[in-house]
């Protein structure tokens, strides 16, 4: 089972818990990513996670997102998250948000507190989804998928809500 690091406050590593651990009703401070996958012709894809997560099941949310192992280059994280939930090997992978953070609540009362630094890459082909990890996926224009994001914000995961208009100020979408 893979660990995940926990931080302080400023975002210094202070120690690890079991990835099987660290979500609960009071989730310490951690590090974790989000990638948004897009393909040459400039379409985003988007994920529904599966029904079986223990946060936010079955709603649409980025591509993928996932937490590096401690010591592990976060480029290496989002390729081998990339590669497990989804079956792909992405390219020109760059930094997008490295500051974003956020702490939401799920329904169910589990609480994500993440400094979640966001990454877009490219793909070239279509995914193999995990079945454990992603119950659908698809390609989408981004302009229709923020309003639909605008129109229907609980269909979708709060951090894809905060960070996609984010990414689009910035010239990222």
Aim: net charge negative; with cysteine.
């Amino acid at each position: 089972m893979d660990d995940v690091t926990l931080l302080a406050e400023d975002g210094t590593a202070v120690g690890t818990l079991p990835k099987s651990e660290i979500h609960t009703s009071d989730t310490p401070l951690h590090l974790a990513f989000s990638c948004y996958v897009f393909d040459r012709d400039g379409r985003l894809l988007i994920t529904r996670r599966a029904l079986t997560k223990k946060t936010w099941p079955g709603v649409w949310t980025n591509s993928f997102c996932g937490h590096p192992r401690p010591d592990e280059a976060m480029v290496d994280a989002v390729l081998r998250h990339g590669r497990g939930e989804l079956g792909i090997q992405v390219s020109d992978i760059r930094t997008a948000l490295p500051d974003y953070r956020y702490r939401a609540v799920d329904a169910s009362g589990i609480v994500e507190n993440e400094i979640c630094p966001v990454h877009v890459a490219v793909l070239d082909a279509d995914p193999t989804a995990n079945p454990d990890e992603v119950s659908e996926w698809t390609w989408v224009d981004v302009d229709p998928l923020i309003e639909a994001v605008a129109h229907a914000p609980f269909a979708f995961s709060p951090w894809l809500v905060e960070q996609l208009p984010l990414l689009r100020q910035r010239g990222e979408v």
